[in-house]
């Protein structure tokens, strides 16, 4: 009887409440939606920028506009369903570099091959997470370098910003520079993230989307917005045929692309444990003892994302830090995740729109998350010497090697060696050491 009343009163809660049980999260589906919106507007960059990057190695352009948007449909929304969280994947920026211009570009491995090798270290990262070694490392990882690699993300993130907004530009002299308030582009930005942030100030509800639809439409009297030259355009399948499966798995196998697959799986693995716990600290999703619960199922989301990403035509697919946009404004379960791949789905027929949405007024909503997350910094036990420079380390090595990887990398080399030399070595887990060694055995063989 006791069973059958509950399950009455299941079945009378709303469809999305029974799904993503956001009165337990304390969140609304408002709220959940705002932060979809959020969360897909910064970035959304990347339906153009890796096709733009991809078709450098002769594979379509409009194809490959296809397939990061499927790709990162699906990966999103396995996400949200397998986790209840709101992180959001699509290929990966810097992977997808890796991809054309070393492995297709500089090696002259076909980009079928290519594909083939991103197949392969996807099924490794499947294994890996079935058999629980990638939760293990996210377990492993202290607390000093989880709030470490979470105040890195967001230097690393506000840097990207203020150097898609042209405030931050390269100087052969200085190797960086303040760039010119002359240039519409960079007076838009500046005028974006002053809206934003006096948004943020004043408390107000979806601030951070509103400002990038506020600065997209001051950019049009500024002539940085271009008029969209449409609202509507039919999407049509037959224009993604020529990536669609075309990836060569046997081809991969008979090159015995180790080291390609290797590059892709270990890059990847570690982006993601640190987009992971990055993400995840800013919104409060680890337990007590600075876990992630069901990380398991987060990690697999994210490995059956590159199997799915390579099948569709794209290189790897990955969490996305700018998931900490969509947690800032106040996304908390999976809802958020299911809005953004619906953004990703809708982009297909509402692309004129979205094409006039310049990097200038995305640029604004990446610098405010950043100035977010490096709150971070004041979980660091920064009177302890052998626990503050890892963690300076880590942060710092982000933004300066522009690689949340190597950031990581450091750290882990860093805090083990220090521990073990002060004579507080059994502080330290033992997968944190063997992290270590395979970490200088990565910058001694793989630079």
């Known amino acids: 009887m006791e069973q059958t009343l509950r399950a009455t009163a299941a ?73 209840n969280y709101p992180f ?64 890195g993300i967001g230097l690393f993130i506000a840097l990207i910003g203020l150097s898609n907004a042209g405030i931050v530009v390269a100087n052969p002299s200085t190797m960086v520079a303040l760039g010119s308030f002359s240039d519409p582009n960079t007076l838009l930005a500046v005028i974006g993230l002053a809206v934003t942030g006096l948004l943020l100030a004043r408390r107000v509800p979806g601030a951070i989307l509103i400002g990038i639809l506020l600065t997209t439409v001051i950019g049009i009297f500024m002539g940085v917005t271009p008029r969209p030259e449409g609202i509507f355009q039919w999407p049509s399948l037959a224009t993604w045929q020529p990536v669609l499966g075309k990836l060569d798995v046997m081809g991969a196998l008979r090159l015995g692309v180790l080291e390609i697959v290797f590059a892709f799986l270990f890059v990847d693995m570690f982006d993601t444990v640190g987009t992971l716990i990055g993400v995840s600290s800013q919104g409060g999703f680890l337990d ?14 994210d490995s059956l994302g590159t199997v799915a990403g390579s099948i569709f035509g794209t290189p790897t697919v990955t969490s996305y830090i700018e998931s900490a946009s969509g947690v800032a404004a106040g996304a908390r379960t999976g809802l958020t995740g299911v809005v953004v791949a619906l953004g990703f789905l809708l982009s297909l ?27 971070q910094v004041e979980g660091i036990r ?42 507080r070595g059994r502080e330290v887990h033992w997968l944190t050491y063997l992290l270590g060694v395979l970490f200088i055995l990565r910058f001694a063989f793989l630079a």
């Open 382 to 423: 920064w009177n302890e010497f052998s626990e503050a420079l890892p963690a300076f380390i880590t942060i710092a090595a982000m933004p300066f090697t522009y690689s949340i990887a190597t950031g990581i990398a450091l750290g882990f080399i860093l805090y083990p060696f220090l521990k073990l030399v002060t004579g």
């Open 88 to 151: 959001a994947l699509a290929p990966g920026m810097g992977l997808n570099a890796y991809f054309a211009f070393s492995v297709v570009g500089a090696m002259g491995i076909p980009w079928q091959t290519a594909l083939g090798a991103v197949f392969i270290s996807g099924v490794v990262f499947v294994i890996l997470t079935l058999s629980r070694v990638r939760e293990m490392i996210i377990d492993a990882v202290p607390m000093t370098l989880k709030k470490a690699i979470g105040a």
């Open 349 to 375: 027929f509402f692309m004129p729109i979205i094409a006039v949405v310049p990097a200038a007024a995305t640029a604004p909503a990446l610098v405010v998350v950043g100035a977010m997350m490096i709150s």
């Open 11 to 83: 079945s009378s809660q709303p469809l999305l409440e029974r799904l993503f049980h956001l009165e337990e999260a304390g969140t609304t589906w408002k709220r959940e939606v705002v932060a979809g919106l959020t969360t897909f507007m910064t970035m959304a960059y990347i339906i153009f920028v890796n096709p733009s990057l991809v078709s450098t190695t002769g594979m379509p352009f409009d194809a490959v506009v296809m397939a990061t948007i499927f790709s990162a449909a699906f990966a999103t929304l396995l996400m949200a369903f397998l986790t």
């Open 288 to 301: 007590r003892n600075g876990n992630l619960p069901r990380a398991n199922r987060a990690l697999l989301a």
